[in-house]
């Protein structure tokens, strides 16, 4: 089974803070993908990677960064936290190849202070 | 740009019956993905089932089958003998078919529906 892990389940930190979320997946999968999931709107597409060192913005990227230094890990930054990024973030991965469904991890839920 | 549309935020269903979950989309391409996911309280995001638009026939994955309907981009999918096991939120997304077959374009959801089972 793809095993898609997050660093955190639950994360608290502080306005202005550098904040690290951490994506690895255990299935040398070539895409991987950071969500944001609020009650009432879903999830949004905040990054995406398709390949090392590449990387694309998706619908909401502001306020993000992202870092694929390898395969199989992908990481989300909020540069300076601000409180309306509390929220759930989602990592997911997918082969390369085959048009193939994305695996998710279990989420980090964040809470800026 | 696509959009994913679930119409209704909660829905409540006796164990053992039937459910249909809607989801409409809208989009100018042709050929794309459709998906169910399913997640529980534990977070974790289960694909239910999946749907190639060029596919005229309907995906079934034991108790769950969609209902699609290419001309009127709709995607219901239908839980038959609910189990409480079911109770999650379900999500429809949507994915544009890549055509390298990379699948590198994130997806495109629904905000969820809600689904109680009821013993």
């Known amino acids: 089974d793809v095993k898609v892990t997050q660093s955190s389940r639950y994360l608290v930190k502080r306005t202005g803070e550098k904040v690290f979320l951490e994506c690895v997946q255990d299935?040398?999968?070539?895409?991987m993908f950071w969500y944001r999931q609020d009650p009432g709107l879903g999830l949004r597409l905040i990054y995406f990677s398709y390949d090392v060192k590449m990387k694309e913005k998706g619908d909401i990227p502001e306020g993000y960064s992202v870092s694929r230094e390898k395969k199989e890990r992908f990481s989300l930054i909020l540069e300076s936290a601000s409180t309306n990024q509390t929220s759930m973030y989602l990592c997911a991965s997918s082969p390369g190849v085959g048009n193939q469904p994305q695996h998710f991890g279990d989420g980090t839920r964040l809470s800026i202070l | 740009a696509q959009t994913v549309t679930q119409s209704q935020p909660e829905m409540s269903v006796q164990e053992a019956e039937t459910v249909t979950l809607s989801c409409t989309y809208d989009t100018s391409e042709s050929d794309y993905y459709l998906f169910w996911y399913k997640q529980p309280p534990s977070r974790q995001m289960i694909l239910v089932i999946r749907q190639e638009a060029y596919k005229q026939q309907n995906a079934t994955e034991n108790r769950f089958s969609v209902n699609f309907q290419k001309a009127a981009k709709s995607f219901s999918l239908k839980i038959s003998d609910s189990q409480l096991g079911d109770a999650a939120m379900y999500f429809c997304?949507?994915?544009?078919?890549?055509?390298?077959?990379?699948?590198?374009?994130?997806?495109?959801f629904g905000k969820g529906t809600h689904l109680i089972i009821q013993p």
């Open positions: 299935m040398d999968h070539e895409n």
């Open positions: 997304a949507y994915r544009s078919a890549d055509p390298s077959g990379g699948g590198a374009d994130g997806l495109t």
